[in-house]
Every structure is written in C-alpha cells, then in structure tokens.
C-alpha cells in the first residue's frame, strides 16, 4: 500500500514547498498529492516535483470543469515532462453552486461531462504523442485545431494515469469506463467503497469492455489523532464537526444511508439550512463518528489505518504536524508501517473476477 501525503487545505508558504516536498520524500512516502482550495493545484505540483526526484506527484483534485480540456492536457503533459514519469492527474467535478456561482459557468449532469472532459483530454494527448490531427467531437466540446505553435510535441511518458473523484455510482461506472483511478470523498466506508462503489467501476469498464487491471483507488480518510489519550479530545470534536458538515450535504447522502444513517442526514441538511451549526456535532454520537473516522493515538493509528482501508485501497493519504526530531521520527514509523502492507487482494478480486 503506497502513502501519500496531502497539502493541507491552509494556505501555502509557497516558497517553502520544495523544502517541504524533499522532506517528505525523505521520510519514505510513495507519495505528494496536492488539492485545490486556496493555492493552485498545478503550481504546487511544479514546486514539489522540481524538488524530488523519487516521489510521485498528483492532482487531488484539480477542477476539471473551470478549464478546457486543452488547458488541463496541456498542464499535465508538462508537469509530466518535468516528473519524468511521476505524475497523477487528480480530477473532480464540484457541486452545481460552486459551477454556477463561483466559476460562473453553466450546469450540466456531471457523470456525463466528465465522461467528455477526460475523453477529451485523452484525444489531446494522443494528437500530441501519436503526431495525428485531432478530431474529437462530443456534445459538449468540439476540438480539431493543433496549430504548430501550441502543439508540444512527444515525451517520453506520455502514458498518463487519470484518476476521478466520485462518491455517486454514476461518476463510479465514469471512471470504470474511462479512467485509472477512483478517489472517494472521505466520508466514503469501507462497506460503501466495496457495496457500491466498485461494483459500478466494474460495470462501467463492462461497458466500455476494457480490463481493470492496475485501476487504483486511492483514499483520503478522516482520522483524530494525538500522541496519547489526553490529547485525542480536540482531535475528535474536530472530525465529529467534519462529519456533522458532510452529513448535512445532499450529494454526500447516499454514503450515510448505505449504514442506515439517511434520516441524520436528512436532519443534518435542515439545521444547515437553518445556520444551526453549533446543535450539528452533538448530533453524531461516537458510534457514527468511528463508522467514518479512523481515531487511535500515533502508537495505534497505523494498524486502525491498515485494518479499516488494507483490503480495499492501493493507497491512502496520512500525515501528521512535524515540528521536532521526535515527530518526524514518529511520522516516518507510520509511514513504514503503511508501506510494508502488501497490495490489497479484495480491490483486485472485486474487480477482476467478472
């Protein structure tokens, strides 16, 4: 099982990411993956795999949708060039507010569109590399102008792995058909992942009769943390406030009603509504909170890790706060202890075995 390390959602010191990314690949991480919330995700991608030179790089997730197809191949097929080989293109779709008032675009299906975006980007690439027009038509974009000037040419691993954010089946059966990888959001269990989840990847590459072999799922999960017990308490009302938030979304119901939890949800998303957001983690009792938290000291975390995501993740992302030799060390035992897990069988069986 590879660990990955997430760039937290704070804002960056920009200038401190090569640092940063060296150290994390001194301390044995497979991994960098870099979301986009407040820094822009390719930027940082750049610092972190100019600064390495072992450790893989990827987008989790960039927004596909805010920029053409173009523009996203384009990105990724430099940020390939400059990884020589390391690079993930992350990509997600974002909710329809967002689309419509902080991107100020039109809103469509999703699942359909970035079904399009990533055949897109695809045929883009392929123009590129195989030095053949590009034609590629669908109902949303029609791309066939590669004019010398904008044309980058071949690279050397032009085999670039895209993986989706998805947490409906439909986005699910999208990256069966179309893509490497899956990343669900993080409230999405283990028993969701593996009742829901893959069983529609593996329709979707039905359908598209290709073979699943290799396809990733790499997971982002909410965890509390501390180096004792004393210290879990805050950690804890953290990530019970976290779920509180999510259960109050309506896209992320279905992850809550697969374990009977769809009328919390539905009493969630009205105290949102209502701006109750102080009566909202009082609401998820420390049953519902272990059923979508992994929670242990930074002696136990490791194992909790393993046991919940082991037989289902090809990776998983983890870090804690280094500030002292004595973190640093603490962070790199997790990390070794993630590492030495074999490849899960249960994601290759459930897969596969169609």
């Not at 569109?113 to 030095?131: I, P």
């Not at 109050?248 to 279905?254: E, K, M, Q």
Request: proline share 8%; aromatic share 8%; hydrophobic share 45%.
């Amino acid at each position: 099982m590879d660990p990955g390390l997430r760039a937290p959602a704070t804002p960056l010191d920009v200038a401190a990411v090569a640092r940063d990314a060296r150290l994390v690949e001194d301390l044995g991480y497979d991994g960098l993956v870099v979301e986009e919330t407040k820094d822009d995700p390719y930027v940082v991608s750049a610092l972190a795999a100019q600064a390495t030179s072992r450790l893989a790089i990827g987008t989790a997730v960039a927004m596909a949708f805010p920029r053409s197809p173009t523009i996203t191949a384009l990105s990724a097929w430099t940020l390939q060039k400059l990884c020589a080989g390391r690079f993930t293109l992350g990509l997600g779709t974002q909710v329809r507010g967002h689309i419509e008032r902080r991107y100020g675009l039109r809103w469509s299906s999703p699942g359909p569109w970035m079904r399009e975006y990533v055949q897109a980007v695809r045929a883009v690439w392929r123009c590129w590399q195989a030095r053949q027009p590009l034609d590629f038509r669908g109902q949303r974009y029609r791309l066939d102008l590669m004019v010398p000037l904008f044309d980058p040419g071949p690279i050397d691993h032009p085999a670039i792995p895209i993986h989706l954010a998805a947490v409906n089946p439909y986005l699910c059966r999208v990256a069966g058909e179309v893509a490497d990888g899956l990343r669900p959001h993080p409230v999405c269990t283990p028993k969701y992942i593996a009742e829901v989840m893959l069983p529609a990847v593996r329709e979707g590459a039905e359908r598209a009769e290709r073979r699943l072999h290799g396809f990733s799922l790499a997971m982002k999960f909410l965890f509390a943390t501390a180096p004792d017990r004393a210290g879990l308490g805050r950690a804890v009302d953290n990530a019970r406030a976290r779920i509180a938030f999510y259960a109050s979304t309506p896209a992320y119901r279905p992850a809550f009603a697969t374990h009977g939890l769809g009328d919390l949800a539905d009493r969630l998303k009205h105290y949102s509504r209502e701006k109750r957001w102080e009566e909202m983690p009082p609401l998820i009792s420390d049953e519902v909170l272990e059923t979508y938290v992994v929670v242990g000291t930074h002696d136990e975390i490791a194992e909790k890790i393993l046991a919940r995501f082991g037989s289902l993740a090809t990776g998983v992302e983890f870090s804690i706060p280094v500030a002292t030799d004595s973190e640093r060390r603490t962070l790199g035992r997790i990390v070794e202890a993630i590492r030495g897990r074999k490849p899960p069988e249960t994601l290759a069986r459930i897969l596969v075995s169609a």
